[in-house]
């Protein structure tokens, strides 16, 4: 009997890659981590760095810096090379670069055999993860963004705070569209046990008081925040990501808000955006068309324009 060790391949071993790796260990989601970047010593130093605290898990990990020409057996490659942003720019600023640095990337992993799932952090992660898809030649579940999964949870953590801090995991909700300054919250689809926030905002002084612009505007920002404090996120994008992971491994059926190919949802085609999505052992299930006012349709069409002409920057 053959039993096959999950295997995963971190591209990009910066804070990012390396926070995915660390989390990828501690949580013990795979047997095996392939760590690839242009700087081979720094990837060899992280694999080193992380085998060290392997004894302190409750799972064996094994892993190693290498090559593109290891990824054919690679279950899921993580991609988070790319050009980071500058003092000023948005996300969609650093796409010509991180355009160039993905065209790098996939080709020699293609032509190593891969026939897994590209999970694409990278930003602006809808774009290049459109582009990813293209030119990977892939079966569009199986090439998936972390989309707005990241704004999501931070969407959750805002309205916790007015919440009397109920538990995240209990409320449902979700950001929309691009993962940057255009997304949008559906806030006709946002509840807390079954009850609609907005009717409870009917009901509660307090709830009413709060500006539903300033909470999404604050979520599209959360990042920025950071990146003021620290220079840059990477735990809680590295959490999604091995979030996205774990759903695929164990075949979980979990609806999150990652960046999907739209086929005819919501009335757009060929276009990737952050909208639910089921994701599963075969990536990208079924994307979830949920029920949206006009206004919200409308904003999430808005954001929807914005990343298409961004695409057309690099040929789409």
């Known amino acids: 009997m053959t039993i096959k060790p999950r295997k995963i391949a971190v591209v990009g071993t910066g804070l990012v890659g390396s926070s995915c790796a660390f989390a990828l260990v501690n949580q013990c989601v795979c047997?095996?981590?392939?760590?690839?970047?242009?700087?081979?010593?720094?990837?060899k130093g992280e694999a080193w760095d992380l085998t060290h605290g392997v004894e302190f898990m409750s799972q064996r990990t094994k892993i190693k810096n290498g090559s593109y020409a290891e990824c054919k057996d690679v279950d899921v490659i993580i991609i988070t090379a790319g050009a980071p942003p500058k003092q000023g720019q948005t996300r969609l600023d650093t796409l010509g670069v991180s355009a160039k640095i993905c065209e790098s990337i996939v080709k020699p992993i293609m032509d190593s055999g891969f026939n897994g799932i590209f999970i694409i952090a990278s930003n602006p992660v809808d774009i290049i993860t459109y582009h990813v898809w293209k030119l990977s030649g892939l079966p569009k579940n199986q090439v998936i963004g972390t989309g707005t999964t990241i704004d999501t949870?931070?969407?959750?953590?805002?309205?916790?705070?007015?919440?009397?801090?109920?538990?995240?995991?209990?409320i449902h909700a979700y950001s929309?569209?691009?993962?940057?300054?255009?997304?949008?919250?559906?806030?006709?689809?946002?509840?807390?046990?079954?009850?609609?926030?907005?009717t409870m905002r009917k009901e509660n002084e307090e709830l009413a008081k709060i500006n539903l612009d300033e909470i999404v505007e604050k979520t599209a920002k959360a990042g920025w925040e950071i990146y003021a404090r620290k220079g840059t996120t990477y735990y809680g994008i590295a959490s999604c990501t091995v979030g996205i992971i774990k759903s695929i491994f164990h075949d979980e059926k979990k609806i999150l808000p990652v960046s999907a190919l739209l086929n005819g949802e919501y009335g757009e085609e060929n276009v990737y955006a952050g909208v639910?999505?089921?994701?599963?052992?075969?990536?990208?299930?079924?994307?979830?068309?949920?029920?949206?006012?006009?206004?919200?349709?409308?904003?999430?069409?808005?954001?929807?324009?914005?990343?298409?002409?961004y695409m057309s920057k690099i040929g789409y």
């Open 31 to 43: 047997e095996e981590i392939l760590m690839i970047d242009i700087n081979e010593e720094r990837a």
């Open 276 to 309: 639910p999505t089921i994701i599963g052992k075969n990536g990208v299930e079924k994307v979830i068309e949920i029920d949206m006012t006009l206004e919200e349709l409308h904003k999430f069409k808005e954001s929807i324009n914005i990343l298409r002409d």
């Open 153 to 170: 949870s931070r969407l959750k953590n805002f309205l916790s705070q007015y919440l009397d801090e109920v538990d995240v995991r209990s």
């Open 176 to 198: 929309m569209g691009e993962h940057g300054d255009s997304q949008m919250v559906p806030w006709s689809n946002v509840s807390i046990a079954g009850k609609a926030f907005l």
